[in-house]
């Protein structure tokens, strides 16, 4: 959506980091996220941040927030095959919809 | 504990023709969501449940489509009569009182219209 930027596609060789970035326009989202969405599959909750933190860390993934550039980012650590899916951000105010971006298709290069 | 569980998985049908798909929702979860997702799109809500009660359902074309959660358990999406321009996956998703900014989505259904 409008509201939110992703790059449509990322290349990664097996065993890097993956960066992926996210732009948001609405300044008072309380919640953002990111899901992992496979080919023919739904969408699978990764993680997420509340607004008032800075950092989350889960494993292989760090979440960064900078709310003053309305910047969101997903850092993968040692990539992997099955890493391969598309990846949205996206963002709410609790229970409410989700605004979601038209997510970045992640490519693992061998 | 079981995910959220949708049929059909995959549905065909021509333009004109009715169809329906249903939503199970992960057990104990009182919001649920039923979200469009058109190739290459990111999903867009088309209607929220919280229990029996449609909060928000601004964004269904109310023309065509229609939704029922009778008892606050399972829900139902129609279309009817269906357009080329349906065709898409129609997603659900469901949230509970104690964590509601956790949404789960289910696998979705893939409609063709033909």
């Known amino acids: 959506g409008e509201d939110v930027e992703q790059s449509l596609f990322l290349s990664v060789r097996e065993g890097d980091s993956s960066v992926i970035n996210c732009t948001y326009t609405d300044s008072s989202s309380t919640y953002l996220y990111w899901y992992k969405q496979e080919p023919g599959a739904g969408l699978q909750l990764l993680t997420y941040?509340?607004?008032?933190?800075d950092m989350k860390q889960d494993q292989r993934l760090t979440v960064l927030l900078n709310k003053k550039d309305k910047h969101l980012s997903l850092r993968i650590a040692d990539t992997q095959t099955g890493d391969s899916a598309i990846y949205f951000c996206a963002y709410n105010f609790g229970n409410e919809k989700l605004t979601f971006g038209t997510g970045t298709r992640l490519t693992i290069i061998p | 504990e079981a995910g959220v569980v949708q049929s059909p998985r995959y549905k065909i049908i021509e333009k004109k023709q009715p169809v329906a798909f249903w939503c199970n929702p992960i057990s104990g979860h009182n919001t649920l969501y039923w979200y469009l997702q058109n190739l290459g799109q990111g999903p867009e809500l088309l209607i929220r449940?919280?229990?029996?009660?449609?909060?928000?359902d601004s964004q269904l074309p109310k023309d065509r489509f229609s939704a029922e959660r009778l008892k606050g358990v399972d829900s139902t999406l129609k279309i009817q009569p269906a357009e080329l321009g349906d065709s898409a996956v129609y997603l659900c998703a469901s949230s509970s009182r104690t964590r509601p900014y956790e949404q789960y989505f289910g696998p979705g259904t893939r409609l063709t219209v033909t």
């Open positions: 941040i509340f607004s008032n933190m």
């Open positions: 449940y919280e229990n029996e009660e449609a909060v928000d």
